[in-house]
């Protein structure tokens, strides 16, 4: 299934003022970006409307600001420089998003200019979709262009209202993001294996549900492995559980096993008696688990019937760590999964957001994947089946 909305491609920009939703949501210290994934991801789309001959006028939220005013250390400030020293362009930042500042910086703009505007959370409205929020983000742009694919989940400001009052396209990373994920279900090449990792059930039902119609095999591994561990009877001392969903988890390993798909589990375990950043492991059979200790990272032996069962694939899917990565001890589920992926140059790799990203680039092994999304929430949403408020609101093609 091709992308179903208007790109950038189809519309003249030539001389327009083109407002773009971009996702510079990017880690920063000290007033400097740390990861310019996210920014460097916009930088094709930019560059085009740039060679277009477009004014381009960029916004975006960072981090959770409260939203009634602005917070510096969440200023925007710092992306709109590492654009400007990424791609050589004329990057001017706008310390105002909706006020008269912001207008006036917009009106002076000369073809192949590009304005970032100051974080559209710092006024609360931006999150209710208010309607004169998107009525004054509206009025800088003549096209409005959604390429924040990690936020177009959102039914927000500054993601779907200019859509109502602009013709409103997608940029060439929306379209890519939602084409790759949408391809891997519809024609995956075989085996298809999928790896889901975090730490509830809860929160992935959905996705391990759709997963089960099309994977061949389904791997899982952090926090939501103990809660089918009880699903299977088995004790798992003070590990993360979930006992509301014990039944749901039964119910998603009797689907995989009517459907012919192979679903693994841990076989071992590391587990340590507290959760910080100074406690030991120990590694116990899945059955096994003592009373005091609590599941941290999957074993030695469950690592290698991952890596095994990943080294056959065609496609891989990958969302969510093995454990507690960001503690190094109980690293090693997570690290050798993605050793395992990095190491199958057969496979079709795709990386679903959020905290895979970032063991990925943990393990500096990013440009060994196929594709790494830009979005946690928006990227499982679209494995889920369900549609991006942000996508729904562009022009059909």
């Given at each position: ?232 009877g088995y004790t ?93 001890q109980f690293s ?65 093609a």
């Amino acid at each position: 299934m091709a992308f179903t909305k208007k790109t950038v491609k189809d519309v003249d920009v030539d001389g327009k003022r083109v407002l773009m939703r971009v996702d510079f949501n990017v880690p920063l210290a000290d007033g400097v970006v740390t990861d310019d994934t996210r920014i460097k991801a916009a930088i094709p789309t930019i560059q085009y409307l740039v060679d277009h001959g477009a004014k381009v006028v960029l916004m975006s939220h960072l981090g959770r600001p409260k939203g009634d005013g602005v917070e510096p250390e969440l200023s925007l400030k710092p992306a709109a420089e590492k654009l400007a020293e990424l791609t050589g362009l004329d990057v001017t930042f706008v310390p105002d998003t909706y006020g008269q500042e912001a207008a006036d910086a917009v009106a002076a703009m000369e073809p192949g200019q590009v304005v970032v505007l100051e974080n559209v959370r710092f006024d609360k409205r931006e999150k209710k979709n208010d309607p004169e929020i998107a009525d004054r983000l509206a009025a800088l742009g003549d096209i409005f262009v959604l390429d924040a694919f990690g936020t177009a989940h959102r039914a927000q400001g500054s993601v779907v209202g200019p859509a109502a009052k602009l013709p409103a396209v997608a940029g060439f990373l929306l379209e890519k993001e939602v084409d790759t994920l949408t391809n891997i279900f519809e024609a995956p090449e075989r085996p298809f294996v999928a790896i889901v990792g975090g730490s509830k059930v809860s929160s992935k039902i959905g996705v391990l549900d759709h997963l089960l119609d099309s994977v061949d095999t389904l791997i899982i591994g952090g926090g939501m492995a103990y809660t089918f561990f009880l699903a299977k009877g088995y004790t798992v001392g003070t590990s993360l559980q979930e006992p509301d969903w014990v039944d749901r988890a039964r119910e998603m390993m009797e689907k995989a096993e009517k459907n012919g798909v192979k679903l693994l589990l841990p076989v071992d375990n590391v587990v340590a008696d507290h959760f910080g950043p100074d406690a030991v492991g120990v590694v116990v059979k899945s059955n096994a688990i003592p009373d005091d200790m609590m599941g941290m990272d999957i074993g030695p032996e469950t690592a290698q019937l991952y890596a095994d069962a990943i080294a056959g694939a065609k496609t891989v899917f990958w969302n969510g760590p093995m454990g507690v990565f960001e503690f190094d001890q109980f690293s090693d589920g997570t690290k050798a999964v993605a050793e395992a992926v990095a190491a199958n140059e057969d496979c079709t790799s795709i990386i679903g957001g959020g905290d895979s990203v970032a063991a990925v680039n943990k393990f500096d092994l990013a440009d060994k994947m196929s594709w790494i999304s830009t979005g946690g929430g928006a990227s499982m949403e679209l494995v889920e089946g369900k549609a991006l408020p942000g996508v729904e609101a562009l022009l059909d093609a």
